[in-house]
Every structure is written in C-alpha cells, then in structure tokens.
C-alpha cells in the first residue's frame, strides 16, 4: 500500500485548500480501510484531524476543525480529499494521510500502518 498526499500551500486567514490522498494497492469502496487525515505543527504531537471509511461510510472530525474541513472518498480515482475551508493561523502543520486495515477513528496516530509523505499547510497572512 502506498498513498501520495498533495494539494498543500500558502494560503491566507479565511482561505480554502484541498488535500488530495491518491492510494494504490488497495481499492477504495471495495476493501474495508479506514484512510484518515493527520497533522503535525511544529513541536507538538502529531494529531487525527478527520477519518472515513473506505466505503465512505459516518466520518469522525476533530472538534476543531467541525463545520470546517469535509473529508471525501472518490473511489473510481482511489482517492480521497480533504476540503478545508475558513482556515486558520493555527491549522498550519504538515498534513499526512494514512490508512489500515479495517476500522478505527484517527485518536491514535500509531494504530496506522501506511502513511503518506505529508503535505504542508501554512495559514498566514
């Protein structure tokens, strides 16, 4: 499994990216995966910001980040977006997607075993 995060960058207070997760070696909505989205600021822990299933079943958010970010599955390009909206100074970090077998929510970044190579989000004006 293999999974290739892009679509980071430099965007302004109030702004709008979309992440893109483009996985190979599995086959989103038919194997059963959990792919979530995690990020890490500098000097603080690597945290779950939002997970779905593989078969876009319920999806978990962060609180932080609710009413904000949408996490989506488009299975025929094995791919899954994070759309992030009215971003905010404390949203920059490194952004990674990650995924398992099977499903779990994104408390514990170590229950992962596959992980992107991370994309930075930097909220700045």
């Known amino acids: 499994v293999q999974l290739q995060a892009s679509g980071g960058g430099l965007v302004q207070p109030g702004g709008s990216l979309r992440l893109s997760c483009v996985a190979s070696g599995l086959r989103l909505g038919l194997d059963h995966y959990t792919i979530g989205w995690f990020r890490q600021a500098p000097g603080k822990e690597r945290e779950g910001v939002s997970c779905?299933?593989?078969?876009?079943?319920?999806?978990y958010y962060t609180d932080s980040v609710k009413g904000r970010f949408t996490i989506s599955v488009e299975a025929a390009n094995n791919t899954v977006f994070l759309q992030m909206r009215t971003l905010k100074p404390e949203d920059t970090a490194v952004y990674y997607c990650?995924?398992?077998?099977?499903?779990?929510?994104?408390?514990?970044?170590?229950?992962?075993?596959?992980w992107g190579q991370g994309t930075l989000v930097t909220v700045s004006s």
């Open positions: 990650a995924t398992l077998e099977g499903w779990t929510d994104c408390s514990k970044a170590s229950d992962y075993d596959y």
């Open positions: 779905i299933s593989s078969s876009a079943g319920t999806p």
